[in-house]
């Protein structure tokens, strides 16, 4: 079952991946091009998955049961 520590080892392990992106990145003309565009992908893919996953976790809006019987509730 998932728990608060998701969230923090996800972005343990973006952060992690930021920073062998901008040790291993290729050397050249296109250096902070390929930089840029693999730490902004981890980010927003981090922030997508963070945001759907808390939505989740703590939902705005409980559902309601439509099954139960008129007068019935448990």
Known sequence: M???WSVIIGLIFVVLASALA???SPKGENQTIWRSSLILSFASCYIMWAITFLAQ???LIAPKRNDI???YEP
């Open 2 to 4: 998932a728990n608060g």
């Open 22 to 24: 901008w040790f291993f």
């Open 57 to 59: 976790w703590h939902p």
């Open 69 to 71: 019987r008129p007068g």
